[in-house]
């Protein structure tokens, strides 16, 4: 074999290689902290059960949940998050959990800890879809898989973030939706988001979703009014961009406004 012929050999084999850790990578990306032997057994019941058909592809990976594209019945596309189960997780849920009288005990155990926070996003999606609040609607929570509305195309195309969005048709207009709900939620549904941003709300037909409402507190929490103010200050700091500051309200003017009322009821 000539010297050209064999080094375009080991090319070959290199590139090849190369390739298949890529896709190691990929798949451990995907799956790495998701799917253990609990989480499998629930996925598999949950197929049985007929909830969904088919696992097509992960939309998101994230520091605290994966979030995958699937298929349900008579084709309905779905989203499933399945929360990872770390322990390193657990030291930060716990400050959006002590202190909210829903849950009384807590535990120590990394599992327990998790599938309560799954079940705190169930319950509070739950929640703000009651107030008409727009938000993904949730079908299903087993221990640490939440199984819910997927917001995109059929193809399995995720509707965009508010951060991925270049530009909007009316941006003072989309401002008003999002602190109206914000305001709802407050009032009425008496939850506060807690980690409101633009990188958690999405923009799909021309409205606001608000999404990943695992933190979300009840209004009885001691830092909810911290947390109101927070959401405030990135939501405004986002459209200040858009929208110039004379025709905004300011945070504290926003912030004033609902807790006022929130004490007269």
């Known amino acids: 074999m000539s010297e050209d012929k064999w080094m375009e050999r080991i090319d070959y084999k290199l590139d090849k290689q190369r390739m298949k850790n890529k896709r190691k990578k990929e798949e451990r990306m995907a799956t790495g902290g998701v799917f253990d ?21 992960i939309i998101s990976a994230g520091k605290e949940a994966n979030v995958y594209f699937a298929r349900g019945k008579d084709d309905v596309p779905l989203a499933v998050k399945i929360y990872k189960i770390d322990p390193q997780n657990t030291k930060w849920m716990k400050n959006y ?16 800890i998790i599938y309560l926070w799954s079940k705190k996003e169930y319950k509070n999606l739950k929640q703000l ?6 938000v993904p609607e949730p079908f299903h929570c087993v221990d640490n898989v939440l199984v819910m509305e997927y917001i995109g195309d ?10 991925d969005v270049d530009e909007f048709y009316n941006p003072k207009l989309l401002l008003k939706q999002i602190l109206a709900y914000m305001r709802t939620m407050y009032l009425d549904a008496h939850l506060v988001h ?17 999404i990943d409402v695992s933190q979300g507190v009840s209004t009885y929490h ?12 990135n939501v405004l700091k986002f459209f200040s961009q858009f929208i110039p500051s004379s025709e905004m309200d300011d945070v504290d ?13």
């Open 37 to 57: 032997k609990y989480t499998t057994e629930n996925i598999v019941k949950l197929q049985a059960k007929g909830l969904f058909s088919e696992f097509v592809g």
């Open 97 to 112: 959990i002590i202190g909210d009288p829903r849950f009384k005990r807590i535990g120590s155990s990394t599992h327990k």
């Open 129 to 134: 879809k009651r107030h008409n609040i727009r």
């Open 154 to 163: 059929k193809n399995g195309t995720p509707a965009p973030r508010l951060k």
């Open 194 to 210: 807690g980690d409101l941003s633009e990188y958690n709300i999405l923009f799909w037909e021309d409205k606001p979703i608000i």
């Open 222 to 233: 001691i830092n909810a009014p911290v947390f109101l103010k927070r959401d405030l200050i």
């Open 253 to 265: 003017t926003v912030f004033g406004s609902i807790m006022t009322e929130y004490h007269k009821q």
